[in-house]
């Protein structure tokens, strides 16, 4: 049974930083690409990062680029995504799933940016 567990949200003030985590169990997980997906209020899921299976090979939307840090820790079955400057935009539940639809996601770990 694949099961994909997030964690590390939080209230962050704009500007802030916050490390997400996922907790991946049931596959092969250092044999797949990785992703992490949101979701804002009101709106439908926005692709965010994407890692290689072995890490070195990345991809980010442009709203995060120069912003977010996706890797992995294959020994661990964990994913990560460190974020810094972060915007009120950005609030959003976020997801790691094992494609960039977010099929499969876990119950995602709420991040709300606001002063």
């Known amino acids: 049974q694949v099961t994909l567990v997030e964690s590390g949200g939080g209230l962050v003030q704009p500007g802030g930083s916050l490390r997400l985590s996922c907790a991946a169990s049931?596959?092969?997980?250092?044999?797949?690409?990785m992703y992490w997906v949101r979701q804002a209020p009101g709106k439908g899921l926005e692709w965010v990062s994407s890692?290689?299976?072995?890490?070195?090979?990345?991809a980010y939307a442009d709203s995060v680029k120069g912003r977010f840090t996706i890797s992995r820790d294959n020994g661990k079955n964990t994913l990560y995504l460190q974020m810094h400057s972060l915007k009120p935009e950005d609030t959003a539940l976020y997801y790691c799933?094992?494609?960039?639809?977010?099929?499969?996601r876990g119950q995602g770990t709420l991040v709300t940016v606001s002063s």
């Open positions: 799933a094992r494609d960039r639809i977010g099929t499969g």
């Open positions: 890692i290689r299976p072995g890490g070195g090979v990345t």
């Open positions: 049931g596959f092969t997980f250092s044999s797949n690409w």
